[in-house]
C-alpha cells in the first residue's frame, strides 16, 4: 500500500476492561471480540472505510468522510446491544482527523495516538472525537457534541479539544441521564432533579458498590457475599436478583434497566446513567477542580456513606474502596500541575487541593508559591513556604526540598525568578525494587534481619508507583534496583547497613546505617522507603507516606515479643508453633488493636493441620483463626497480609465468597507483590477460579521469573487444578520439595499424564517425607495419606476434589509403610 500521507479519519475501538473478562471466561471473551471484529469490517467496507488491523481487543479503521466514520460508529455500537443477548462489555471509540502513512499493512502517525488517546476517553458504549471532527459534523442530525474541555492526553499534551457525541450505544435512552450521586450518601435523581425514595439499605448499597467500581463489571458472587454474608451462597444470590429487579424498578416500570447483568457479572448501564464521583474525575482529566476536591475527608468518607451497617465485609470493601479513590484523585490533581501554567488560576485550584489531601505535599506547595510569584504575591508564596516548614519540622522533622527552599530565598531576596518547571517524563514501565538478603551476624540479629526485611516488602508493597520483588539471594531479577543489607550485634543492641545499588552498573544509589530498636522501628522503615522513592524518581509526600507504612505497637515490650514470636515460626517445631501462639495470645491480651498478633495468630492456626500432617482442621483452630483475622482486617483493612490471613480462615470453614471478596482485595492492594499474588493465585485456584489463578499467577512470574522455591510448590498446585499438568510437573520439581505435600502434587500430575512408574515414586517419595512430621493417631499408610491430602485444602469444586483423589490414587498402588520414630515430632 501507498505510504504518502493522507488526510483521513481514524476509528480507534477497544473493549472496555479486556484483561478483566479474560481473566473470567477467556473462551467467551474471544469468541465475543471475533464477532465484533466481523461486524466491524462488515460495517467499515459498507460506509467507504477501511479496516486496517485489530489490536486483539479492538481494531483501527481509515476512512475518507467523517459522517461516513461516525455513522459507522453508531452503527457498531447499535449492533453490540442488539445483537448481543448477554455482552460482557461494550467498546469504546475514539475518532480523529489527521495524516498517517500506511506501511505494509498497518498505519502509522501522530494522528493515529491522538485517536487512540480519544477512545480512552469515552464512555462504554460512548464515541469521543476531536475538533477537526466536530468541524465537519455542523450538518449532521440525530445526535449532539457535548464539549469536555482540553483533556490532558497521555505523551500529547492538551492542545486538542474534544468532545463526546451525546447519544452512545442506545437509541432509546432518554435525552438527559439518570444521575447517581455517592457523596454524602446514595440517591438517585431523575432527569429533571426530582429524588427518587429508595427505601431498601441493599438496593442503595449495590447501587453504591457498583458505582464505586469505574472500570467495568463486578462478579455477582463477590456482591452477593459482600451484602449478605450471613446467608447461604444460593440464597444470597437470590437476594441479589430480587434486588436488582427492585433497583431497576425505581427508574419505572418500561424503562431501560440501570444495573445490567449477564448472568455472573453486573455493571452499571452507563448510557443511562451519570455517577457525580465519575464526573468530578472526568473534571480532573479536563483540567477543571470541582469544588467538592477542595474537601477531601468529606467527600472520601462521605463515598457511599450511611450504609456501614449492612456487614462487616461490606465495610471493609468499602474503607479500601474510598483509599483507592484517594488514589486516584490525587493523581488526578497532580497532573493538573503539570498541564497548567504558573499564572493560571487552575493551577492554584489545583495546588490548593492538592494541599487539602496532603499538606506536606511538596509540588503542590512549589506550584502554588510558583503561582503566587508570577501573579505579583510575594508575600503569599512566602506564607506557603512558611506553613509547608511548619508543618514537615512539626510531624516529621524535614525541611523543605532544594527547589523551594531556593525559590523562596530568591523571593525573600527580592530577586528576579523564573523557576523553571520541568514536567517529569513518565516511565516506560513501572520501575521495580528487588529485595535481597539482609545478613545477619548470629541468633541475635537473625530475627532482627528476618522481620525488618518482611515489614520492608509489606510496606514497599503498599505503594503503587512500583513494582516489588522479593529475592531470596543477591541476584537482580531484572530489577532497576537491589536492596541489601547487614544486621550485625553492638553491644545490648544491632546495628543495620543497607544500600540500594544499581545491578547493571553497580553504583551504589544510596547508602546507610541505622541503629535498630522497637522505638526506631517505623521511623527507620520510613526513612527507606523515602530513599527508595528518590533513586526512582518517584515523589512520595511525607504525608502518604506516614499514612501508609504499617503501625508499631506505643508498648515497646508488646512489639519486641511479635519480632520473637515471628522467628519462632521460622522454625516450625511443635514447640517453637506452641510458644509462638503464647506469645501472640500475650501481645493480644495486653494490646487488643495490633493488628500484625492477630493475622499471626490467624495464621497459626489457618495452617496447623498442614504443619501437623495427619490431623484435621478442627473447629477450635477454625474459630480462633476467623476470629483474629477478623480483627486485623477491621484494625488494618489496607494491609493486604490481613486479607490473605481472612480469605484462607474463611475458605477453610466454606465461606468461598467471602474468600473471593478477601482475595480480589489482597492483590488490589499488592498488585505488584509476588508474595501476595501468588498466595492469592493459589487461593483462586482452590475455589475454582482457575482463569484467574492462572490469570494472577502468569502476572507475578512475568514480574519475578525467579520465584521462591515454596512458590513454586504453590504454583504446582495452581497448575494441576488448572488442569495444566507439565506445567505442575515442572513447577514442582523446581521447589527443591520446600513445602512437605509438594510431592503429592507432583504425582497427581504425573498420574493424569499417563506416567505411572514416575507417580508412584513421587508417591513414595510423598511418604518419606511425612514419616517424620506425621500427627495422625496412626503411622502414615497410603491410604491415610490420601485421606489426609484431599482433605487438607479448602478445595472448592467437587469435581477439582475429585480429580486429586483419583490420580493420587492411581500413584498409591501398594506402598510400604515407612518409620516413624517414637517421639512424633517434625
Request: hydrophobic share 45%; with cysteine.
Amino acid at each position: 500500500m501507498q505510504n504518502n500521507p493522507q488526510l483521513l479519519v481514524i476509528m480507534c475501538a477497544d473493549l472496555v476492561a479486556y484483561s478483566r473478562h479474560m481473566a473470567r471466561d477467556e473462551v467467551s471473551t474471544i469468541a465475543f471480540l471475533e464477532r465484533n471484529f466481523a461486524r466491524a469490517r462488515r460495517a467499515t467496507m459498507r460506509f467507504g472505510g477501511t479496516l486496517v488491523k485489530t489490536t486483539g481487543d479492538g481494531w483501527i479503521s481509515l476512512f475518507p468522510s467523517v459522517g461516513n466514520a461516525v455513522d459507522c460508529a453508531r452503527l457498531l455500537h447499535r449492533q453490540v446491544h442488539r445483537q448481543e443477548k448477554t455482552p460482557p462489555s461494550l467498546f469504546r471509540i475514539g475518532l480523529h482527523l489527521g495524516e498517517v502513512r500506511m506501511e505494509g499493512d498497518d498505519v502509522f502517525g501522530h494522528a493515529v495516538n491522538i485517536a487512540a488517546r480519544l477512545q480512552t476517553l469515552a464512555e462504554p458504549g460512548g464515541i469521543t472525537v476531536s475538533q477537526p471532527v466536530t468541524a465537519l459534523l455542523r450538518n449532521a442530525s440525530g445526535y449532539k457534541l457535548e464539549s469536555i474541555g482540553r483533556p490532558l492526553l497521555k505523551n500529547i499534551g492538551d492542545d486538542q479539544s474534544v468532545y463526546r457525541l451525546v447519544e452512545g450505544a442506545d437509541q432509546d435512552r432518554p435525552e438527559e441521564r439518570l444521575r447517581i450521586d455517592i457523596l454524602g450518601g446514595v440517591r438517585m435523581k431523575r432527569p429533571g432533579g426530582e429524588v427518587l425514595s429508595i427505601r431498601s439499605p441493599h438496593a442503595l448499597a449495590l447501587i453504591g458498590a457498583l458505582a464505586l467500581d469505574p472500570d467495568g463489571p463486578v462478579q455477582a458472587s463477590r456482591i452477593a457475599a459482600m451484602l449478605w454474608p450471613q446467608k447461604e451462597p444460593k440464597k444470597a444470590h437470590e437476594a441479589l436478583a430480587r434486588t436488582r429487579k427492585l433497583a431497576n424498578s425505581y427508574f419505572g416500570q418500561n424503562a431501560p434497566e440501570i444495573i445490567l447483568a449477564d448472568g455472573v457479572m453486573l455493571r452499571l448501564n452507563t448510557s443511562l446513567v451519570a455517577v457525580d464521583l465519575h464526573q468530578i474525575e472526568k473534571s480532573l482529566i479536563s483540567g477543571v477542580v470541582e469544588p467538592a476536591l477542595r474537601r477531601p475527608d468529606r467527600l472520601i468518607e462521605g463515598l457511599v456513606a450511611g450504609l456501614d451497617g449492612i456487614s462487616p465485609l461490606f465495610l471493609t470493601w468499602l474503607r479500601v474502596q474510598r483509599a483507592f479513590w484517594r488514589d486516584r484523585l490525587i493523581a488526578g490533581l497532580e497532573a493538573c500541575l503539570i498541564r497548567h501554567e504558573d499564572a493560571q488560576p487552575a493551577l492554584r485550584a489545583a495546588a490548593e487541593a492538592l494541599l487539602q489531601f496532603e499538606p506536606g505535599h511538596e509540588p503542590a506547595s512549589h506550584a502554588l508559591m510558583r503561582h503566587f510569584a508570577e501573579t505579583g504575591r510575594k508575600e503569599a508564596a512566602l506564607r506557603e513556604f512558611s506553613r509547608l516548614s511548619a508543618h514537615l519540622d512539626e510531624i516529621y522533622q524535614l525541611v523543605p526540598g532544594a527547589d523551594l527552599s531556593t525559590l523562596a530565598a530568591a523571593l525573600r531576596g527580592s530577586s528576579p525568578t523564573e523557576p523553571d518547571r520541568q514536567k517529569t517524563a513518565e516511565a516506560p514501565q513501572l520501575p521495580q525494587v528487588a529485595v535481597g538478603v539482609i545478613a545477619h551476624d548470629g541468633d541475635m540479629t537473625q530475627p532482627i534481619a528476618e522481620k525488618f526485611r518482611s515489614d520492608l516488602l509489606a510496606n514497599l508493597s503498599r505503594f503503587r508507583t512500583w513494582a516489588v520483588l522479593d529475592l531470596a539471594d543477591d541476584s537482580f531479577g531484572g530489577a532497576n534496583y537491589l536492596l541489601s543489607g547487614q544486621c550485625d550485634t553492638v553491644g545490648n543492641g544491632a546495628n543495620l547497613g543497607l544500600q540500594l545499588v544499581d545491578p547493571q552498573t553497580r553504583r551504589i544509589a544510596w547508602s546507610a546505617s541505622y541503629a535498630i530498636s522497637a522505638p526506631d522501628w517505623r521511623r527507620v522503615q520510613s526513612q527507606v522507603v523515602g530513599r527508595i522513592a528518590a533513586a526512582l524518581e518517584v515523589y512520595i509526600s511525607a504525608d502518604r507516606l506516614a499514612q501508609s507504612l504499617s503501625a508499631a505497637p506505643t508498648n515497646t515490650a508488646d512489639y519486641d515479643g511479635w519480632l520473637r514470636g515471628e522467628s519462632l515460626l521460622l522454625r516450625w517445631t511443635p514447640e517453637a508453633d506452641a510458644e509462638a501462639k503464647d506469645i501472640f495470645s500475650e501481645i493480644i491480651s495486653r494490646s487488643p488493636d495490633f493488628a500484625p498478633a492477630h493475622a499471626s495468630l490467624a495464621s497459626i492456626h489457618n495452617v496447623r493441620h498442614i504443619l501437623f500432617p495427619g490431623s484435621p482442621f478442627s473447629a477450635e483452630d477454625a474459630k480462633a483463626a476467623r476470629v483474629n483475622a477478623s480483627l486485623a482486617v477491621e484494625l488494618d483493612p489496607m494491609d493486604a497480609r490481613n486479607h490473605l490471613a481472612l480469605a484462607w480462615s474463611a475458605a477453610l470453614t466454606g465461606g468461598f465468597d467471602e474468600a473471593a471478596v478477601h482475595l480480589d482485595l489482597a492483590v488490589s492492594l499488592n498488585p505488584y507483590s509476588p508474595t501476595t499474588t501468588i498466595s492469592a493465585a493459589m487461593g483462586y485456584a482452590f475455589l475454582g477460579d482457575h482463569r484467574r489463578a492462572a490469570h494472577v499467577l502468569d502476572e507475578a512470574i512475568a514480574l519475578a521469573p525467579m520465584l521462591r522455591p515454596h512458590q513454586w510448590c504453590y504454583a504446582a498446585a495452581i497448575h494441576f487444578l488448572g488442569g495444566q499438568d507439565a506445567a505442575a510437573v515442572e513447577a514442582a520439581r523446581r521447589s527443591g520439595d520446600q513445602i512437605v505435600d509438594n510431592q503429592g502434587w507432583l504425582a497427581a500430575a504425573l498420574a493424569r499424564q499417563g506416567k505411572t512408574s514416575a507417580a508412584q515414586e513421587a508417591f513414595r517419595q510423598l511418604m518419606v517425607e511425612l514419616a517424620p512430621v506425621w500427627a495422625g493417631p496412626r503411622p502414615p499408610e497410603p491410604e491415610s495419606v490420601h485421606e489426609w491430602f484431599t482433605s487438607a485444602y479448602p478445595i472448592r469444586a467437587e469435581k477439582d476434589r475429585r480429580a486429586v483423589s483419583e490420580c493420587l490414587r492411581q500413584a498409591m498402588q501398594v506402598q510400604p509403610t515407612p518409620e516413624v520414630s517414637d517421639s512424633g515430632d517434625r
